[in-house]
């Protein structure tokens, strides 16, 4: 049987090692030079006038909430469809998690539902650029202006993604992103957020880092972290036009009457940290499926499950049995109750994924695609 051996992202050169080595050689490995060069050289890149550099992007996410003066009792709106950290940031906070569904375009939180769900107690949404799929940003940006209400996007998987030639990351109050090694700047584990307001710069710049007078953490990046993100940044254009053109072969190669290439959304420039793929066939044979894919090492996966539904949103693992919502709600739906049909229908049942990240050659790609179509 055929046995695909992809490469496994990220690979460094030796650019890379020699950055992180001066770092070694200098003793200064706490954050210090390398870390404001690196936040200096992000902020020219993506163009806000703030960016400062924290130990990953769940903290930037937590941050964002505090500097935001999110707390108990605030509602803050949040997808379905990410990682936990999108959602579990607003628990760190004693907020509570509002989720409202997806829309099936760019699978991002739907504009629609997003606001039938805003009262009185909403202080901000949390808005996913999934997999570097630009969500509709602009349209979301309008509805947080007509509420007054805040905007953080999680672009965790999008640095380097448009919308109508503007910087994802720059539509919202704040934004955040993860260089977490499997991100499109890998640096093992890191974070940065990007603003262009000096309260919330202050306010984290405080947080970060053993704050003058307010009770705060120590989520600082690293002086290694700095200094690979500063390499890695070097290449970020050049390897997103890479995923870019995979994308394209990826779908010219696989699309058919099962398969589907999900492409983003009109005026987008998507940066595709993974490919999302709907795939039309019975979950049954889907499973099959998987199974003929996985076996012969070609990583086909099932896409992330309705964050709603994990275990960390149910009452009986919150710490001592106390959910947030307590005390605010007569009748509180719990996450996993909620009807979600856009979320539940894609996720669970017709999307799946397969990274094609810059390592990854056409003949590959070329080669997965046969392998997939002759199932
Ligand atoms: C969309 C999204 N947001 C936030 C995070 C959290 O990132 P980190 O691992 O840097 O805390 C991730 C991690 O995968 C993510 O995918």
């Not at 509602?75 to 379905?80: D, G, M, N």
């Not at 036009?241 to 005026?267: G, M, Q």
């Not at 987008?268 to 003929?292: C, F, G, H, R, T």
């Amino acid at each position: 049987m055929k046995k695909f051996n992809w490469e496994k992202w990220p690979k460094y050169n030796k650019n890379h090692a020699k950055a992180v080595n001066e770092v070694i050689v200098s003793n200064q490995l706490f954050a210090a030079d390398k870390v404001r060069k690196f936040e200096k050289a992000y902020s020219n890149y993506i163009g806000s006038k703030y960016v400062l550099g924290l130990g990953n992007a769940t903290q930037g996410l937590q941050l964002s909430l505090h500097a935001l003066g999110i707390g108990y009792g605030d509602e803050v709106i949040v997808t379905p469809y990410s990682w936990i950290s999108s959602a579990s940031c607003v628990l760190m906070q004693g907020a509570i998690p509002i989720f409202v569904d997806i829309e099936p375009e760019s699978f991002g939180i739907s504009p629609k539902s997003l606001e039938r769900a805003i009262t009185k107690k909403t202080k901000a949404v949390i808005l996913v650029h999934m997999f570097g799929y630009p969500a509709k940003v602009k349209e979301i940006s309008e509805i947080c202006k007509k509420y007054s209400i805040n905007l953080i996007e999680d672009a965790s998987h999008a640095h380097g993604g448009k919308f109508k030639n503007q910087n994802l990351g720059t539509f919202g109050d704040i934004s955040v992103f993860s260089l977490h090694q499997r991100k499109a700047l890998p640096v093992g584990d890191g974070g940065i957020i990007c603003t262009n307001k000096k309260k919330i710069f202050d306010d984290i710049y405080q947080m970060r880092s053993f704050g003058h007078k307010k009770l705060s953490y120590n989520y600082r990046m690293t002086e290694f972290a700095g200094a690979l993100g500063l390499e890695c940044l070097k290449n970020l254009d050049k390897e997103n036009l890479i995923r870019r053109e995979n994308h394209n072969f990826l779908a010219e190669n696989l699309n058919n009457s099962i398969f589907r290439v999900i492409e983003p959304i009109k005026d987008s420039y998507a940066v595709y940290y993974s490919n999302l793929i709907e795939i039309d066939l019975p979950l049954k044979k889907q499973k099959d499926l998987l199974s003929y894919a996985n076996s012969a090492n070609l990583l086909l996966k099932r896409t992330w499950q309705p964050l709603n539904k994990n275990p960390s949103f149910m009452r009986e693992n919150m710490n001592n049995n106390y959910a947030p919502w307590d005390n605010h709600y007569e009748n509180f739906e719990e996450p996993n109750t909620l009807n979600l049909p856009i979320s539940e229908e894609y996720q669970e049942k017709r999307l799946f994924e397969l990274d094609c990240h810059p390592l990854i050659t056409k003949k590959e790609i070329k080669e997965a695609t046969e392998f997939l179509k002759s199932f």
